[in-house]
């Protein structure tokens, strides 16, 4: 049987990370009522920027939730639920403030996210297998 404190960090972790992502659409809204472009980016690279830092957060952060939410359901202590959730969330804002940048190369905030993301990702895999197995 689970423990359903083991879903208070997941609820919470899931709701700053989509909150993170309504912030992120609006942000895009926003802009494309200033650029007054309905569809595409109207070669304004704010906008495209905008775009694709509410995209980028849209293809990881469900992932992520759907793994964090099938660690609690394998029992994994609540700190562990809380470190990949509030990683994930400070992993995402970081992306997202780097991609918004209009700089020479990559931000490090940027690739500070990016690689946060990926070790998350890593280690919710793992942790996944590990339960599953042992």
């Known amino acids: 049987m689970m423990n359903e404190g083991a879903l208070y960090p997941v609820a919470l972790w899931a709701a700053l990370n989509l909150g993170l992502m309504l912030l992120l659409g609006l942000n895009v809204s926003r802009m494309r009522v200033k650029a007054g472009v309905g569809l595409g980016t109207g070669d304004d690279p ?12 849209t293809e990881y952060v469900p992932g992520l939730l759907i793994g964090l939410g099938l660690l609690a359901l394998l029992q994994f202590p609540a700190w562990f639920l809380h470190t990949v959730g509030g990683g994930l969330f400070v992993a995402r804002i970081l992306q997202a403030h780097g ?8 931000p490090v905030t940027r ?8 070790l998350l990702y890593l280690v919710t895999v793992v942790a996944l297998l590990y339960g599953i197995w042992f």
């Open 99 to 106: 991609i918004q940048q209009i700089t020479e190369g990559v």
């Open 111 to 118: 690739a500070a996210g990016n690689l946060l993301t990926w």
């Open 46 to 57: 704010k906008l495209e920027r905008a775009i694709r830092a509410h995209g980028n957060n």
